[in-house]
């Protein structure tokens, strides 16, 4: 088995394989290291182009994944036992056409709003589900002397959240528009409901709704004002939680989340990241392929996700049918997971698109610290794109 060389990938896959092999003393599962970032990436692409492929793997879902020719490269686990138990929304993450490529690796999470519970409670707030509704609470819990949305653009990436956690609305509004984008068929700064996330980035700027020092903050600050009740929501991925465990334990079940919100209360929803997958390449053959089935099998099952659960404290739910949270985990894995029980969440446009400019968050920066304004950041972003979808040979670029 190949997967990441990080401490926590690693870990989590000898858990995984140390319960598969009790399971299954049959098999012996030899777990190996692959670089991060562009380097594993195109280790992967080379030896399954190669054929010398391990005999299982993880790698990104969604577009990533359709960047390796799952059609070409892996084997199909369609009406395999392997997949019997892979939850719905996590199949077309993994899929070309009707045919299925592989389980789940991990929890899935999401990007919206950490929000302080007790200070919603004092102020008698409730979780707004449009954006006039969040702008309405966000003016009471200012006039409270409370920050009332936290930034934290010492961590460019955070301040992302605006534009790539609102996509749920996007494809609510515009339930084609991830195709046309990569299609170079619609742009951001001339979809109205992909703008709004710029939009609303300049707004919580402009409206002086942000914590003072959100220049110079970083996750640990944004998450101890958001916990001391100091600040009151955060808009940030749920993947944070583990740092948010380690900087205020004695506060995490203050904590909830909420999607962001957009133009309709009735349409409002979360907008999620999958966890990567585990596959098998076409290479693997003979009883190595009967046992990776096997491996695969075990991986997304409830015996799979007891091993994940105890590796790693979920950050939102598991992709996995029969899985069900541990009844210790923080509040804000409880909220995501209820998004997920009522299917009131889309993909992250990255699982839908290829297209995703390097500028983004240096742009979004400039927006949320009043440097630049929506439409133009939008403009530019637009731009930004273009190079990246021309390196890929994409259609219409």
């Known amino acids: 088995m190949l997967t990441d060389a990080d401490e926590g990938s690693q870990s989590d896959a000898k858990a995984m394989v140390a319960a598969f092999q009790k399971a299954n003393p049959g098999v012996v599962v030899d777990v ?5 970032g562009t380097d594993g990436d195109n280790l992967i692409k080379t030896r399954l182009q190669t054929g010398t492929m391990t005999d299982v793997f993880t790698y990104g879902s969604g577009s990533l994944f359709q960047q390796i020719a799952p059609a070409n490269n892996l084997a199909a686990l369609t009406g395999d036992a392997a997949v019997a138990k892979v939850d719905e929304a996590y199949l077309p993450q993994v899929s070309v056409g009707s045919d299925v490529y592989g389980v789940p690796w991990g929890n899935a999470f999401a990007g919206g709003v950490m929000y302080n519970k007790k200070v919603f409670e004092q102020l008698n707030l409730q979780v707004p589900k449009s954006w006039s509704e969040f702008l309405a609470t966000a003016d009471k819990i200012k006039a409270a002397k409370i920050a009332p949305v936290i930034q934290t653009y010492g961590e ?28 170079n068929k619609a742009k951001y700064a001339t979809t109205p409901a992909a703008l709004a996330g710029f939009e609303h980035l300049q707004e919580v700027h402009d409206k002086g709704l942000m914590n003072s020092d959100f220049a110079s903050a970083k996750v640990p600050d944004g998450l101890r004002l958001l916990a001391s009740g100091k600040g ?20 995490v079940d203050d904590i909830g989340f909420f999607a962001l919100p957009g133009p309709d209360a009735a349409t409002n929803g979360l907008t999620a990241w999958f966890p990567n997958g585990v596959y098998i390449p076409k290479s693997t053959s003979g009883p190595k392929l009967e046992a990776a089935k096997k491996f695969l099998g075990f991986v997304a099952s409830p015996a799979g996700c007891e091993v994940m659960a105890a590796s ?14 541990p009844a210790d985990v923080p509040q804000v894995t409880k909220d995501i997971q209820t998004y997920f029980d009522e299917k009131k969440q889309s993909p992250a446009l990255e ?14 920066v400039e927006v949320g610290s009043g440097i630049s304004k929506a439409d133009k950041a939008a403009a530019l972003y637009d731009q930004d794109v273009k190079k990246q979808a021309q390196q890929l040979g994409l259609e219409g670029w």
């Open 232 to 251: 009151a929501m955060y808009p940030i991925l749920s993947g944070v939680l583990p740092q948010l465990e380690q900087v205020a334990p004695d506060n």
């Open 312 to 325: 790693n404290k979920p950050t939102g739910p598991f992709m996995v049918q029969g899985c069900s949270l």
């Open 351 to 364: 699982f839908l698109s290829p297209v995703k400019g390097p500028n983004l968050e240096q742009l979004c």
């Open 156 to 183: 460019t990436w955070t301040s992302q959240l605006f534009v790539l956690g609102d996509f749920h609305n996007v494809a609510a509004a515009a339930p084609q528009w991830a195709a046309d984008y990569t299609a």
């Open 32 to 36: 190996q290291a692959k670089p991060s």
